[in-house]
């Protein structure tokens, strides 16, 4: 067999009285799906885990890579507090960071009044806050190569000026007019050829956050990212099970010392939503994706480029998936599942889900969720087999009233999740 080009991993893993993923009004997310109502995870909250992760096989451990920043406030925090660390006059700081900040994100150089606001801040209105001005509107995401590189393309222009604004440096704060507007000019302009090649030549500029999920840019200047990592939602394969928590906090004081406060009682009386259930999940890895982001060749040339570090975040990203659980309220119900099932499949077809294994909700009695979801998605495998072809390498690490299902799978044993991981990323190699 050739050298796989997609990777899809399969989970089934049950929470019992958990709020995984809250909605705006605080209730567990939910999915219509099949005439069922299900409890939901988001991907954003899965991937939100994933990528933070503490531990054994965390991903930002990986030597090869550093730091990423995903924040509104990268320019103010990486790129221009550094510099006044290093006491560079704030005012310029703020002008340059300012005027590369909108040249990166609009391709677009800032306008010169722009420019001096942050130099003068009296140029603006009373609400004017010049260290706002260098948020950004949305979240944006940066690897520490990338900000490294800007923070010192900002320093060295100020070096370059510092004889000829030396005022800044000796004042600090300078309102002349003509002595702000020289000011603005020099600290706004850019070379866009220079600036788009050299970020274009940092390897894993964006870092391992970006080449795995994707990063969304709106100029020319900046890489965009495609992800090469997708995740969809997970859901129940049962219709949901939730109910209402009635707790309440003792004011241990009022308890002990009643005759002081005048009255017992609870000092919080409150409820929350507590579900339970057995999550699918589904990830899909493009792997040609993946090593071009990670290598920084084109998609094409994936197979002539060195694919050890992809087999390493593929290898880590399948130990994760099926042991790190998302979770809100984790001092008082101990989200911490490990997948009960758990299945990959390497090849070079195109992807698809098997959530449609279970768009008829599972039955919660009989056998149990777990044996009729076994049941459901070794049967829709060996359907979609019969209909279009076994296509993929599989292996299955799983537990509990697994043998029905591996014998709709056509597969004689499970492997461990460690050695389906390993087997996995020797299949990227192609060793």
Known sequence: MSRPKFLQIHTL??????????????????????????????????KYHWRNFEGENAL???EEFETTFRSRETFQRKLAQPLIDEGYPEPLVRAGTGALKEFLLSGKKAKKSDVEKLIDPSKGDDKYEPWEALKTNQITIFGEPEMRYLRDLVKTKLDEVKEELSVFWENGEVTEKEIVSEAAEVMRDFDKGDLKKNLKGLKSASGLDAAMFGRMVTSDILARGDAAIHVAHAFTTHEEESESDYFSAVDELRRDEPEDSGEL???HINSTELSSGLFYNYVVVDIPLLISNLEGVERSDWENADSSVAAEVIKRLINIVATVSPGAKLGS???????????VEVGTSQPRTLANAFQQPVAKNNHGVL?????????????MDQMYGKSTDRKVAAAGPKETFLELLELDETTSVPKIADWVANQIKGA
């Not at 044996?371 to 359907?383: E, F, H, I, R």
Request: proline fraction near 5%.
């Open 371 to 383: 044996a009729n979801s076994y049941n459901a998605l070794g049967s829709y495998v060996k359907d």
């Open 60 to 62: 930002h451990d990986m």
């Open 333 to 343: 119900t101990a989200p911490y599942s490990y997948a009960q099932c758990l299945m």
């Open 13 to 46: 893993t049950s929470y019992p009285g958990t709020l995984l993923n809250r909605d705006d009004a605080g209730f567990a997310k939910r999915l219509p799906f099949g005439g069922a109502t299900r409890t939901r995870v988001s991907s954003q909250c899965l």
């Open 265 to 267: 009682g609870a000092g």
